[in-house]
Every structure is written in structure tokens, then in C-alpha cells.
């Protein structure tokens, strides 16, 4: 079972839970005010840096920053508010900036964008985003490390660049990415790529320094939400039907691989792809928080801790995952969920079972993923040996623990071959990585030829 950090956010509480996948139950809670409409997470709460959760609340119409910071002794958490910043009008969307001198962008019913800094408070820039209400608002730090998109009602969607010296009533897109045709409720961005999701039941991938389309993916009903996973392989969409629509980034250019039936009739809040893309978490207005599986679209889990609608979700890695190791927490509530202790550190190993259901097709699936996972580990592997072996002698040695090693992933790219002839479509996923991993093991023997 892949395991990672939850952050979700309920509009009635008040409240952003932070949990586990395994546990299903809060180790933290942060009480931001009465009535929560907006949320926004920079970092993982289990990271080693200074993270900040920046929410906005509907009573006051402002954006109120927190922070999540460890203690001195580095062994549990604590919330401390470190500013509040102002806002004239109703705040639609809000988005921050990662480290210590981040930046909050926020934006406006009335479309105009509002960019503060987190440790002060201070407004840096106000200026006309759009003519109509502003729906999501992401960083671009691949782009450029001060530029921003933005998207609203307007069918629009912009990529600003934030220079402080502007004047910001006459500032001008750098980049419009046009083509929606009715409102864009939300954006993701991964390195050089835009996701946009519309209600004209569409969702559009597009190329961020050339404004290019991609590709261009029609939805069974209107959007209201979408995630993108790390590896830029699944895009979640979640819709008002109550629907999940799960598209294929890479083999199918967008293409609707499968529609997940969540909650019949009632319209998804809020969506988002597990680091591993093994599962998503999907939450509705109903305030139920569901884990369904990426490929079968099973249901998995349910987090039943919020009473109202979830207004956004945000997923991610486990530190002591990325390290092969599990920290174990004393169970008594008393203790564990208040402090956190460490009471001992254990060694594990790193892989998990892919596919959470107990049928063929999640055997072959989990078969298959164990043995491209060895074949990539294998690859690494030898490429850290071959930075020893720069002598002559161990030349030819080399070359044929490369050969070895690339026949066993020609051997793999045929069995994947038959697998997706078959109708799996994992096995496409994996075909992709076998051909770059035969691709570099071909670079490694040619760089080492005598």
C-alpha cells in the first residue's frame, strides 16, 4: 500500500486536516477561523523546511497565513500565524510560493490579482488580471522564478511575469493561452506544461514558453477541478456529475483512459493523484473524502472526518519514504497524535504493491511493475559502477554487463508488448521507461567502447 501526507481543507470547520493514507486519521488539525473558503499548502508538512499552509477565510475576506514550523527539539508540531494580509474584496483563488521568503498570490471576484509577502503581510503588487472572477493561480518557477498563471471566468488564462517595479494598473501578459470557450475553473503545472480544465467540457495540455497547444481532451461533463501526477503520466479531472475522468498524458496525448463514478450527482471539490499515481483522492461537496484506485477505479478507503464541503485537497511524499525507512509513532492518542515522539526507526524495503486489488489483472500489474522497477534499478546500478571503471582493462568488462543488461530489457519490452496487446494499459506506461532505459544503457556502451 503506497503511503503519503493528506492535507484537506473544510469550508463549515473551519479546518485543515492533515493525515496519512494509512492511518485515515488526523495527526494534526489547524483551526484557521469559523468558515474556511480556500486553502493552499507550499510544502510537505513532513519536510525538513519551514512549511506554510496559507488559507482564506469568507467572514473577514482576507487571506490569513500560517505556518507549520517544527519545534526546538524537532519533535512535533505547532501552529503559529505569522501575518494577515488584507484584501478589499471576496478572495476566489489563492497559491504560494515555496521557502521562507515566499510569496502569497491571491485573486479577486472582481478578476484583479494580488501578489504579498507571507512574512509581513506587506501587498508588493495589485494590478487587472482579468474582467471577470479569478479561479486558480500557479507559480511557474521552471519558467521563469517570478512568473505566475492565471485563470478566471473569462475563458482566459495569462502568464504574467512579477517585476515590483511595475506599474501594476498597466501591466501585460507575457503569454494568453485562448481556446476555452466558457469559464476555466483550474490549472496545473508541471515544469514547461499547462493543464487547464473548463466548464465547455474540455481539458487542454499546452507547451508554456511557445503557447502551443498539445492536446486537447473532451470530458463527459463540465469540470470543476483536475490534478496532474509528478511523472506527468495520468491527469485526474474531477466534474459535477460526480465523476472522476482519468486521461493518459503520454501514450494516448490526453486520451480518456477511464471514468470513475465517485459520487453519482454530486459535483467533485476537489482531486488529487497519489506521488506514486497508484491511487487518487477525491473529495465533493458532501464533505466525504474518497481513495480510489487509478487503473480499476475501485474504491479503496473513505476519510470521514469533515462535515462540510472539501475546498481543496494536496498530496505529498513521505520523507521517510523517499529514504527506504518508516517511522514508527506510539499509538495512544495521548502522545502519538499530540507530540509525535520517535519511539524507533526501521529499515524497510522501498517497493510496495502498485495495485491495491487482490484479482489477475493486479497481479500482472504488480508483476509487471516489480520487474521494470529491477531493470531501472539495475540500470542505475551499473552506470554508478561504470564511473569507477575508467581504466582499459575494465573496459570490456563493462560492455558485457551492458550487453547482458540490455538483452534482459529487450526481453522486458517484449513481455510489456504482449501485456498491452492484451488490453493493460500499465504496461504502456512501463514500455515508455524500458525504451529510455534501453536507450541509456546503448549511450553507457558506446561511451565506454575502447
Not at 341 to 366: I, M, W
Not at 377 to 397: C, I
Request: net charge neutral; charged share 20%.
Amino acid at each position: 500500500m503506497e503511503n503519503y501526507e493528506v492535507s484537506t481543507g473544510c469550508n463549515v470547520s473551519g479546518e485543515i486536516h492533515l493525515w496519512r493514507r494509512k492511518e485515515l486519521s488526523p495527526f494534526k488539525t489547524v483551526k484557521c477561523a469559523t468558515e474556511l473558503t480556500l486553502f493552499s499548502s507550499s510544502a510537505s508538512v513532513g519536510d525538513a523546511r519551514d512549511d506554510f499552509i496559507v488559507a482564506v477565510v469568507k467572514a473577514s475576506q482576507t487571506s490569513c497565513s500560517f505556518a507549520i514550523a517544527r519545534e526546538p527539539r524537532g519533535n512535533h508540531f505547532a501552529n503559529t500565524k505569522i501575518s494577515r494580509c488584507a484584501a478589499p474584496e471576496n478572495i476566489t483563488a489563492v497559491t504560494s510560493s515555496e521557502g521562507i521568503g515566499s510569496i502569497v498570490a491571491a485573486g479577486s471576484q472582481s478578476g484583479r490579482l494580488y501578489i504579498w509577502e507571507l512574512t509581513t503581510g506587506r501587498l508588493l503588487l495589485s494590478f487587472e488580471a482579468h474582467f471577470r472572477a479569478v479561479r486558480a493561480i500557479a507559480f511557474t518557477p521552471h519558467v521563469s522564478p517570478m512568473s505566475v498563471i492565471t485563470c478566471g471566468d473569462d475563458a482566459r488564462c495569462h502568464l504574467w511575469s512579477i517585476t515590483m517595479d511595475e506599474d501594476g494598473g498597466s501591466m501585460k501578459p507575457l503569454r494568453s493561452f485562448d481556446g476555452h470557450t466558457m469559464p476555466i475553473v483550474s490549472i496545473a503545472v508541471r515544469s514547461t506544461v499547462l493543464l487547464t480544465a473548463s466548464t465547455d467540457r474540455s481539458m487542454r495540455a499546452w507547451n508554456i514558453p511557445s503557447g502551443s497547444v498539445l492536446f486537447t481532451s473532451s470530458l463527459p461533463a463540465a469540470a470543476s477541478c483536475l490534478s496532474m501526477d509528478e511523472s506527468e503520466r495520468f491527469i485526474a479531472v474531477g466534474m459535477v456529475s460526480g465523476e472522476v475522468a482519468v486521461c493518459d498524458a503520454i501514450e494516448g496525448n490526453g486520451s480518456l483512459m477511464t471514468t470513475i463514478n465517485v459520487r453519482p450527482a454530486i459535483p467533485i471539490s476537489a482531486v488529487a493523484l497519489s506521488p506514486l499515481s497508484s491511487e487518487i483522492v477525491v473529495a465533493s461537496v458532501d464533505g466525504s473524502v474518497q481513495i480510489v484506485d487509478t487503473l480499476s477505479g475501485v474504491s479503496i478507503a473513505e476519510y470521514k472526518r469533515h462535515v462540510g464541503k472539501v475546498v481543496n485537497i494536496q498530496v505529498n511524499p513521505l520523507t521517510a519514504a523517499m529514504d527506504d525507512e518508516a517511522v514508527l509513532h506510539s499509538k495512544s492518542k495521548s502522545t502519538a497524535r499530540t507530540t509525535g515522539t520517535l519511539l524507533q526507526r526501521v529499515h524497510v524495503n522501498s517497493f510496495e504493491d502498485y495495485a491495491p486489488e487482490k484479482t489477475a489483472a493486479g497481479a500482472q500489474c504488480r508483476t509487471t511493475k516489480a520487474i521494470a522497477l529491477r531493470a531501472v534499478r539495475k540500470s542505475m546500478e551499473r552506470r554508478q559502477e561504470s564511473a569507477v571503471r575508467s581504466n582499459s582493462n575494465g573496459a570490456e568488462e563493462l560492455g558485457e554487463r551492458v550487453r547482458t543488461l540490455d538483452t534482459e530489457c529487450q526481453k522486458l519490452k517484449l513481455e510489456c508488448e504482449r501485456l498491452r496487446a492484451s488490453g493493460n494499459k500499465l504496461a504502456s506506461m512501463l514500455l515508455h521507461d524500458i525504451e529510455r532505459a534501453s536507450k541509456n544503457l546503448t549511450n553507457l556502451a558506446n561511451d565506454h567502447a575502447p
